[in-house]
């Protein structure tokens, strides 16, 4: 079993909605949560992290963590085409940083 | 700034040559990283320098060698190359210790390998 497990999509959505984008962890011992994000033929860039339990809103992404559940979330509000990308979740404790496979997102026009 | 920079973008090699994949970090970062990312495994860490000199093996380390001959510089290695490491190669800094968190890593734009 993968410590990061994230759903690779694809998932299409009007302009405008709500995405909700997610990813479970296994390790208990993961302290922070990131969200990254990757344009086509790119390199990831960091969106935003969170620390332990708890939700961190930065402009249109609110990042989300459940640590009884082990369930990370982002949620991206009003979607615009330009958030077409993969969204790779990580997480990380001591001595590990561990990335999950990526959501391909395509937000349509 | 240009960040972290990486050479060649492209390239096809045939199974047994070898080849020096460059990365650069304009950022005075003290770790880098080289991953590569392969469909529905994600990101993977081949090695890892947390500073001139040092070097430690990550998830996939077989088939690869690496060289941190400064701090602004990472390369990595493929002795004789193989199939199975056909793939998209990133290398990323990070101005924090691997040990230390949070650790943003920043990452340069890959470099798309073909073995053939």
């Known amino acids: 079993q993968k410590e990061v497990e994230q759903d690779p999509g694809p998932l299409s959505v009007p302009e405008g909605a709500i995405v909700s984008l997610n990813c479970t962890y296994s390790?208990?011992?993961?302290?922070?949560f990131m969200w990254y994000r990757q344009y086509s033929r790119k390199g990831p860039e960091l969106l935003m992290y969170?620390?332990?339990?708890g939700n961190k809103e930065d402009g249109r992404f609110t990042a989300q963590v459940d640590k009884s559940s082990k369930y990370i979330s982002l949620f991206i509000r009003d979607s615009q085409p330009s958030d077409s990308a993969t969204y790779l979740c990580?997480?990380?404790?001591?001595?590990?940083?561990?990335f999950g496979t990526g959501t391909r997102l395509k937000v349509l026009a | 700034n240009a960040g972290v920079t990486q050479t060649p973008k492209f390239q096809v090699l045939k199974t047994g040559q070898s080849m020096t994949l460059q990365c650069a970090q304009d950022?005075?970062?003290?770790?880098m990283y080289w991953y590569r990312q392969d469909p529905g495994m994600g990101l993977r860490l081949i090695y890892y320098?947390?500073?001139?000199?040092?070097?430690d093996k990550g998830e996939v380390p077989n088939g690869y060698n690496v060289s941190r001959l400064n701090k602004r510089e990472f390369s990595l290695r493929l002795e004789s190359a193989a199939p199975s490491q056909t793939s998209v190669y990133f290398c990323?800094?990070?101005?924090?210790?691997?040990?230390?968190?949070?650790?943003?890593?920043?990452f340069g734009p890959g470099t798309r390998l073909t073995v053939l």
């Open positions: 950022m005075n970062h003290n770790s």
């Open positions: 990323a800094s990070s101005e924090r210790p691997r040990t230390v968190l949070p650790d943003t890593q920043y």
């Open positions: 390790n208990s011992a993961f302290q922070y």
């Open positions: 320098s947390a500073s001139e000199g040092t070097t």
């Open positions: 990580a997480s990380s404790g001591t001595y590990k940083y561990i």
């Open positions: 969170t620390y332990s339990s």
